[in-house]
């Protein structure tokens, strides 16, 4: 018996396992899909993931906020207009949350959802209504949960100003010097990206200046809410929003902002036709109908105000993020080549570009859709 096979038997109170295959493409933790033999549907297969402990330093409260999840939708799912499963913990067959291996890997087991795919990018104007209303279901069903319950399993997450002065300090360690030896044959594109961050750091702190001054407030988010994130069943319709690792207290902002990044980018993040991006409205206008469909019951009018700040933000931050780490020599997000890390942050610093660009439209389609 392989090892897999061996920390798969451990959530196994019964039955055999008969097979654990590679599941997904997450950047994050090692993600398996588990089939047992004997079993009745649908429980003759789970999934199986290691939790990656260099990002997740806690584990166990990544485990806890799903445990604390489950307990408040087991209250409020059972009168929904139609299907939506999450994603739940299996314990093992001692009936622990987790199972800790020899090496200190941490491993856990969570249902599979049946029936059910993802997508990398948005097929089509309904595949965008369908994320949308994915995302405004999980909001709406979390709103009611007390933020306190939850741990913060990654503080500072989605904090711009935080990111700003990561970005700031790389700049100051590597110097002028330095940052145009890392460029050498992309100094223009260097320049240009440290241009762009330049006029508009005066920007980055829009949400959490709110958020002090009472206009915003902390709420349960998903935290990393993307296209690939959102299961849609076989008749096209949004049936779960899975990866939960990043569940946490924040501003509904951030996953606003992120869904809408992810969605409506048609290139896509890893293109390398940076100057050809740009920000889709019709795909933004049917994922807004979508999410606020559902979301006008809970969002406040301060929430919409800052709607349009939110969705810039998103971009620009993780423009900045994968910028900082290329002037960091590339030690935080998985490379293929060198340069990996500047042609993504040039993808999103023009998709912020084309939201500024259509500003006007944009704040006015969501003032539409109220």
């Known amino acids: 018996m392989s090892q897999l096979h061996e920390i ?93 291996d020899e090496s200190k890997g941490y491993w856990r087991a969570i249902t599979f959802i049946e029936e059910s795919q993802v997508f990398e990018t948005v097929e089509s104007v309904a595949h965008a209504k369908e994320v949308g209303y994915g995302l405004a279901m999980f909001h709406s069903l979390i709103s009611t949960l007390p933020v306190e319950q939850l741990a913060d399993t990654l ?36 320049r240009y990206c440290l241009e762009f961050v330049q006029q508009r750091k005066h920007r980055v702190a829009v949400l959490e200046e709110a958020k002090a001054a009472g206009q915003l407030q902390l709420r349960p988010i998903h935290g990393d809410p993307k296209v690939n994130n959102i299961m849609l069943g076989h008749n096209g319709q949004a049936v779960s929003l899975i990866d939960l690792d990043t569940l ?21 993040e890893e293109t390398t036709d940076w100057r050809q991006v740009e920000f889709d ?42 910028f900082t780490d290329y002037l960091a020599g590339s030690t935080y997000f998985k490379i293929k080549h060198p340069s990996h890390n500047l042609d993504r942050a040039l993808v999103q610093f023009q998709l912020a570009a084309s939201i500024e660009a259509q500003a006007d439209t944009l704040k006015a389609m969501i003032q539409s859709l109220r």
């Not at 606020?292 to 969002?299: G, P, Y």
């Open 281 to 322: 409205l019709q795909l933004a206008q049917a994922m807004l109908e979508g999410y606020l469909s559902i979301a006008s019951d809970f969002l406040t009018d301060q929430d919409y105000q800052y709607l349009y700040d939110g969705i810039w933000l998103i971009a620009f931050e993780l423009g900045l993020r994968f």
């Open 155 to 190: 503080e500072g997450f989605h904090i711009a100003p935080k990111y700003m002065a990561e970005y700031e300090e790389a700049c100051a360690e590597t110097g002028n010097r330095g940052i145009q030896e890392i460029g050498n044959d992309r100094a223009e594109d260097v």
């Open 8 to 100: 798969a038997t451990q959530f196994t109170a019964s039955g055999t396992v008969s097979a654990v295959d590679p599941l997904g493409n997450g950047n994050i933790n090692s993600t398996y899909l588990v089939t047992v033999s004997d079993e009745p549907a649908p429980d003759q297969r789970f999934v199986l993931q290691k939790i990656n402990t260099g990002i997740f330093r806690q584990p166990e409260l990544v485990v806890k906020n799903m445990q604390v999840l489950s307990e408040h939708l087991d209250r409020h799912t059972a009168d929904l207009p139609r299907r939506w499963e999450m994603p739940r913990i299996l314990p093992t067959a001692t009936g622990e949350a987790f199972w800790v």
């Open 248 to 268: 946490k207290p924040g501003l509904v902002h951030y996953d606003i902002g992120d869904c809408l990044r992810s969605s409506c980018n048609p290139l896509g």
